[in-house]
């Protein structure tokens, strides 16, 4: 697992929806066949599916404390219209969200965000600072200030480009 991978369950869903388009290239594996199928998406479904991937990358920016890159549906207004069950386990009496069998992506997210906030890991999936990637990550550092999805890449460019800043001319 990648230091910025995030866990696997509902986390894990949620990072890699948000990084399916490579915003510096404008890649999106949802034009794919092979890039919607783990997702389960026929290519009707990708209009949606981009709007909540784009809501939920708003919110990974939230969480890094970076305003949102561009308007989005509030995330909290699509998740609204997923149908989930709860489900209680008959060994330990534990209950938790799930989408319905055969349930779109939404619901699945749904289900995903309702986990990730049960489990305390909603607020370290976070959205890269910079402008060109906003690439989702699991920040797992001890403070959970991380800014970047990987320091060697996005943030070695921005702290060579507030050095050259400050560099006299």
Same mark, same amino acid.
């Given at each position: 697992?990648?230091?910025?991978?995030?866990?696997? *369950? $509902?986390?894990?869903?949620?990072?890699?929806?948000?990084? !399916?388009?490579?915003?510096?290239? $404008?890649?999106?594996?949802?034009?794919?066949?092979?890039?919607?199928?783990?997702? *389960?998406?026929?290519?009707?479904?990708?209009?949606?599916?981009?709007?909540?991937? &784009?809501?939920?990358?708003?919110?990974?920016?939230?969480?890094?404390?970076?305003? =949102?890159?561009? =308007?989005? !549906?509030?995330? $909290?207004?699509?998740?609204?219209?997923?149908?989930?069950?709860?489900?209680?386990?008959?060994?330990?009496?534990?209950?938790?969200?799930?989408?319905?069998? $055969?349930?779109?992506?939404?619901?699945?997210?749904?289900?995903?965000?309702?986990?990730?906030?049960?489990? *305390? !890991? /909603?607020?370290?999936?976070?959205?890269? &600072?910079?402008?060109?990637?906003? /690439?989702?990550?699991?920040?797992?550092?001890?403070?959970?200030? *991380?800014? /970047?999805?990987?320091?060697?890449?996005?943030?070695?460019?921005?702290?060579?480009?507030?050095?050259?800043?400050?560099? =006299?001319?």
């Amino acid at each position: 697992m990648s230091e910025r991978a995030a866990p696997p *369950g $509902g986390p894990a869903l949620i990072q890699a929806l948000v990084n !399916t388009v490579d915003l510096e290239s $404008g890649a999106d594996a949802l034009d794919t066949a092979d890039g919607r199928a783990p997702f *389960g998406l026929t290519g009707e479904d990708v209009p949606a599916a981009r709007e909540l991937r &784009e809501s939920l990358r708003a919110a990974l920016l939230a969480h890094a404390g970076h305003p =949102p890159h561009r =308007p989005v !549906t509030p995330l $909290g207004d699509l998740l609204a219209r997923a149908p989930l069950v709860v489900t209680v386990d008959p060994a330990d009496g534990s209950a938790a969200l799930a989408p319905l069998d $055969g349930a779109p992506l939404l619901s699945r997210v749904a289900a995903a965000v309702a986990e990730a906030v049960t489990a *305390g !890991t /909603w607020d370290r999936l976070k959205a890269c &600072e910079a402008a060109t990637c906003h /690439w989702a990550y699991y920040d797992r550092s001890p403070a959970g200030r *991380g800014r /970047w999805c990987s320091m060697q890449v996005c943030g070695a460019r921005a702290k060579m480009r507030r050095y050259r800043a400050k560099e =006299p001319r």
